[in-house]
């Protein structure tokens, strides 16, 4: 396989797929695909015209996802903004899907990225960013569950855990992310509920309904990030606070803790508290604890360390950081924070910059942006 060849020729068939009127974002993710396809196949079977080859495989992919996409926001169409709480509604085949995408001859992890890919419509660049790692290595990922699934008949349904893995994900990428999915997750989340007596599909659902109700507060008219501790309370949806709340109670109270049930205990505690100043921050470092030790995430880590400095003091939360790699996501961001009440605005300047240029979306590097700022303007005075 001539590598500097498939380089070469990567601009060309990018410029014809958006002159045929893709979008970039979307072209970039069809000739990435195309290129996987091409490193497979060509070695047995080289084309006369590598170029032509690589445009026609391509724009089908293109097409494909385009598809894919335009069925999903159909779907999104029929849902309202703000799912409305009670019993879930009628059953499509949307959740279906999910479970024959998690197709038992795949891997998990092939599974998620496979149902991400092609019902979530999530982008190759969306999926990698969620499971931390290079956008190429999740394109193979995607690429070899295609593959394996391709001569495989459809009667095998995956298993739960691995949809709600990918409901997770849906709503995460939909919460936070460019594309807003989180209503449709939570409308999926309520059927699987209805039709499956299993404590983490309860916890799932009181998870996303506890962060949703906190959605309207989270960013600022002009756009920009409120942090958790300066959010309005007032604004927050306490309809779905309780119903979340009596979800995830119920589900605890059958003692088979899984991580869903964890991280709803602590949204709940957020939730509950009138202010911030009155979060029983203790109680969310032992479910933090917990929830460590059912997954041993790097990210949970992260976020145990910020719950260490509010319930023992930054200094305490800067020891738990050091244990962790600083190449994990928005590690610079909470040493920053931690710094600042450590009352070292300096260093904390300087890691909010760096935090800005690492942040994932435009929204997290302005207000990482502004922060920095703020403390340079106090420490030039």
Not at 122 to 146: D, G, H, N
Not at 187 to 206: C, F, K, M, Y
Request: with cysteine; net charge negative.
């Amino acid at each position: 396989m001539d590598e500097a060849l498939l380089r070469s020729l990567t601009p060309g068939v990018l410029t014809v797929l958006v002159r045929r009127g893709a979008d970039f974002a979307a072209a970039e993710d069809a000739v990435q695909e195309a290129l996987i396809e091409a490193v497979r196949s060509w070695p047995a079977d080289p084309p006369r015209d590598p170029k032509g080859w690589l445009v026609t495989v391509a724009w089908r992919k293109f097409l494909d996802a385009t598809r894919s996409d335009t069925a999903r926001r159909r779907r999104e169409d029929l849902v309202e903004e703000e799912p409305p709480p009670g019993p879930a509604p009628a059953v499509d085949d949307t959740l279906q899907l999910y479970f024959l995408c998690a197709h038992p001859s795949l891997t998990p992890s092939s599974a998620v990225a496979l149902t991400l890919r092609a019902v979530g419509g999530l982008t190759t660049r969306q999926i990698a960013r969620a499971y931390l790692v290079p956008e190429a290595t999740m394109a193979q990922r995607i690429s070899r569950a295609k593959r394996t699934v391709s001569g495989v008949r459809f009667d095998r349904p995956g298993g739960v855990a691995t949809v709600l893995r990918v409901l997770y994900l849906v709503f995460n990428e939909g919460y936070s992310g460019d594309v807003d999915l989180a209503a449709e997750a939570i409308r999926l989340t309520r059927q699987l509920a209805a039709s499956i007596d299993h404590p983490e599909v309860a916890g799932l659902l009181a998870l996303m309904l506890l962060h949703h109700a906190r959605r309207a507060s989270r960013t600022a008219p002009d756009g920009s990030l409120v942090p958790l501790a300066e959010q309005d309370r007032g604004r927050w949806d306490t309809t779905s606070i309780a119903e979340g709340i009596g979800i995830l109670q119920v589900a605890l109270a059958r003692d088979r803790l899984g991580e869903f049930q964890a991280q709803a205990a602590i949204a709940a505690l957020h939730a509950d508290a009138p202010t911030a100043e009155q979060t029983d921050w203790v109680q969310i470092v032992e479910w933090y604890d917990e929830l460590a030790r059912l997954t041993d995430s790097p990210v949970v880590r992260l976020n145990r360390a910020v719950a260490v400095g509010e319930a023992d003091g930054p200094r305490a939360g800067l020891a738990a950081l050091a244990a962790l790699d600083d190449a994990v996501p928005r590690h610079a961001a909470v040493a920053a924070y931690l710094h600042e009440r450590d009352g070292d605005p300096a260093t904390a300047a300087l890691l909010y910059a760096e935090a800005a240029r690492r942040a994932p979306n435009l929204a997290e590097r302005d207000h990482l942006t502004r922060q920095a700022a703020r403390l340079n303007a106090l420490l030039s005075h």
